[in-house]
């Protein structure tokens, strides 16, 4: 690791001064779970460090009966996990924080960071494409928001700009008649997720029918992504054992697996249809439907 000129700016707007003015020399330090193995492996050698430790307002986590839950990109991912506002309002996401690594990661981790750097396998990505979240980005040329399916790339790679800061994510409320489910396979609790499958639907009150349907997955390709076939297919039916099958073989084929240490493309393609069936069925139970 080579040495480094190191920035703790107090502000959002003081941030993306240095930001703008070192442009590619510069990375920003959030939990640094992600960058400094990367700037000790010499994967990255930034000359200037912009650390965000004492920035107050990206450490914030606010609710809003019509915005929902605004959450800062210093808020840790234990913080998540343990937050009695985020358990309430959106336990999915505190469930699916609780699934992060070690609870060393998690302590140190932020949610900014884990969606800035987006690693192989990272478990909020599928979770926030499901809840339909977006986030936050800001710079001296002004303010964005990107919705979270679209915020991932390619390979470690996201919208994100050099000069521009991820500052928060705002996850809008879920509509009544709505449940959400994550589920991770993956070869030990600690790894990164084979297979992460975030589901979320609204079902009808009257039909019985799924009204709205979003599925989130990470873990499986390059970016994580939105399962917009395996979508149409349970969107407006009351799925069944056959809607189930017919949605796993079109979420099989949407995704481009990969293959790695932890697991070949082929087997990461058979378990995408497993585990989004299984987080089906498991809404189809808390919607007390009958399970096919």
């Not at 790894?191 to 979003?214: C, K, Q, T, Y």
């Not at 390709?221 to 407006?236: C, H, N, Q, Y």
């Not at 995704?255 to 087997?267: E, R």
Request: hydrophobic content about 45%; glycine content about 8%; proline content about 6%.
């Amino acid at each position: 690791m080579r040495g480094f000129e190191y920035f703790e700016p107090k502000t959002v707007d003081e941030a993306a001064e240095v930001l703008a003015s070192r442009g590619e020399d510069a990375k920003v330090l959030a939990g640094g779970q992600a960058l400094l193995p990367m700037m000790s492996a010499r994967l990255v050698n930034p000359r200037f460090l912009v650390g965000l430790s004492a920035v107050p307002e990206l450490k914030r986590i606010d609710w809003d009966d019509q915005q929902g839950l605004r959450l800062g990109a210093m808020v840790t991912q234990r913080t998540i996990e343990h937050s009695a506002l985020i358990r309430e309002k959106c336990p999915v996401l505190a469930d699916t924080a609780s699934r992060i690594a070690s609870s060393h990661v998690r302590n140190m981790g932020t949610i900014g960071g884990n969606l800035a750097h987006n690693l192989v396998g990272s478990d909020p990505p599928a979770t926030l494409i499901a809840l339909g979240a977006e986030i936050g980005a800001s710079s001296t040329r002004g303010k964005r928001t990107i919705p979270a399916s679209e915020f991932f790339t390619g390979f470690m790679e996201t919208v994100l700009q050099p000069d521009e800061l991820l500052t928060g994510v705002r996850i809008p409320p879920l509509a009544p008649g709505g449940a959400v489910v994550y589920l991770k396979h993956t070869v030990r609790a600690v790894d990164p997720a084979l297979v992460g499958i975030a589901l979320l639907a609204v079902r009808n009150a009257h039909s019985g029918s799924w009204s709205e349907v979003r599925i989130g997955v990470s873990g499986v390709s390059e970016a994580p992504l939105r399962l917009r076939s395996a979508e149409d297919v349970l969107r407006g039916r009351q799925p069944d054992d056959a809607t189930i099958k017919e949605a796993a073989k079109l979420a099989m084929d949407e995704v481009d697996p990969m293959t790695d240490a932890h697991g070949s493309a082929s087997y990461r393609r058979k378990m995408t249809g497993v585990i989004l069936g299984r987080a089906v069925r498991q809404l189809l139970m808390r919607f007390q439907m009958k399970v096919p």
